[in-house]
């Protein structure tokens, strides 16, 4: 019993060394941008060796990949919360957008960070490309269940319901960065209009 609670201390000691180390890094990167950063620098802020970080993690990139991936898990989780929602598909559409939206608002300076990488070039460029092909199809994942738990509604099957979600992600997408765009220079966000625009967008992909 007692191997048992130690195991747990353990565990839990890891568990929170890793999240010091997440967190660590994200208030780096955030600061002075992925590539100006060092593990050495990351390990500094915590008063700790090379060693224990690479007992966490097998590089830079990995932790950056961890960093985005749990960042945007909140993203994705609301994202299939909704499209599982008993609602009307207007209603759950709009609230897609909304949470998407309220998601890039509330988390803009990971946005931001998040943007900065797509535009470098290396190996955490590729890690952020390649986070970002996983939150494309996440997210297409869950329109796609959105939409095609209305197909009757919709009026279309299976693989036009596909390539509709896909669209809908696509425009997602524009909308979304057209938002971190908006709030890098300080501009003023209408939320409803943000949102109405998605919605008359998905009406006419799916009249179409």
């Known amino acids: 019993m007692v191997v048992h609670r130690e ?3 353990v565990r839990a000691k890891t568990i929170d060394k890793r999240n010091q180390f997440l967190q660590a890094g994200k208030e780096l990167f955030f ?3 992925y590539i100006s950063v060092s593990v ?3 390990c500094d802020k915590l008063n700790t060796t090379t060693g224990s970080f690479y007992f966490m993690f097998s590089s830079k990139e ?3 990949e961890e960093l985005l991936t749990e960042s945007l898990s909140e993203l994705w989780t609301t994202g299939e919360a909704v499209a599982k929602a008993k609602k009307d598909l207007k ?3 709009g609230n897609y957008f909304e ?3 309220d998601y890039v608002i509330r988390e803009v300076e990971l946005m931001k960070f998040y ?3 797509l535009d470098e070039t290396g190996i955490g460029a590729k890690t952020a490309h390649d986070i970002r092909t996983l939150s494309l199809k996440k997210q297409e994942e869950n329109l796609y ?3 095609n738990s209305h197909k009757e509604d919709i009026n279309h099957d299976s693989s036009r319901i596909k390539d509709l979600a896909k669209y809908t992600m696509l425009i997602l997408e524009y909308k979304q960065v057209e938002l971190i765009d908006k709030l890098i220079k300080n501009e003023k966000i209408d939320k409803t209009e943000e949102k109405e625009f998605l919605s008359k967008a998905i009406e006419g992909l799916i009249k179409a």
């Open 115 to 117: 943007r900065s990488i």
């Open 99 to 101: 949470n998407a939206l």
């Open 62 to 64: 990995k932790l950056l």
């Open 145 to 147: 269940y959105l939409l």
């Open 40 to 42: 050495k620098e990351i």
């Open 7 to 9: 195991d747990y201390l």
């Open 31 to 33: 600061e002075k941008g």
């Open 91 to 93: 209603s759950k559409l």
